[in-house]
C-alpha cells in the first residue's frame, strides 16, 4: 500500500492479525476447532518514525501571533501537549478540576476516559496562562478540524 492510497495501515493489520490469532488459539485450546494453520498467518509490520515536538518548537509555536480559530486551536494543541494526555481527556478540562497545592502550584485532577484512572497534572506557568484565558475551559475544537489544521501552523 502507498502512503496516499486509502485504507488500513501495515502495522493496524498486523494488530488484527495478531489479535484474530489469540481468538483462534483460545477457541482450539476450548476444543472448538482443531486447525492450526492460523499459527503461519504472518503479521505485517512498518517501521514508525515517531515525529515530535521539542519545547523550542512548542514555545514558538506558542509565541505565533494567531486570531480567531487558529489562535483556539493552537490554543487547544498546546493544552494537550502541557498535559500530556488523550484529546478526549484534555479537552473536558473544566474549573472544578483544578486545585491548589499548598506551595501555591496547581493541578489538574481528572479521571481518563479510555482508561477510567485518576491522574494529577502539574499546571506548570504556560499551562496555567492558557487556561487563565479561557477561564479554565478548554475550548470547544473538532478533533480532526485541530489535526488537520495544526499541521499548516505548526
Known amino acids: 500500500m502507498k502512503p496516499d492510497e486509502p485504507g488500513l495501515s501495515k502495522n493496524t493489520i498486523g494488530r488484527h492479525v495478531k489479535q ?38 512548542l514555545k514558538k509555536l506558542y509565541d505565533l501571533k494567531l486570531f480567531g480559530m487558529d489562535e483556539k486551536i493552537s490554543d487547544v494543541f498546546l493544552i494537550g501537549c502541557f498535559t500530556l494526555q488523550r484529546f478526549t481527556d484534555y479537552s473536558r478540562i473544566s474549573p472544578r478540576m483544578i486545585q491548589s497545592k ?21 499546571i506548570r506557568p504556560t499551562l496555567d496562562t492558557l487556561l487563565i484565558k479561557y477561564d479554565f475551559k ?3 475544537v473538532l478533533p480532526q478540524k485541530l489535526n488537520d489544521r495544526i499541521k499548516e501552523l505548526a
Open 20 to 57: 484474530l490469532k489469540r481468538i483462534m488459539e483460545v477457541a482450539r485450546l476450548e476444543k472448538l476447532h482443531n486447525n492450526s494453520e492460523y499459527k503461519n498467518f504472518k503479521e505485517p509490520h512498518a517501521e514508525v518514525h515517531n515525529i515530535y515536538l521539542d519545547e523550542d518548537e
Open 102 to 122: 499548598s506551595n501555591n502550584g496547581k493541578i489538574i485532577e481528572l479521571i481518563q476516559t479510555e482508561t477510567n484512572q485518576r491522574v494529577l497534572i502539574p
Open 138 to 140: 478548554v475550548p470547544k
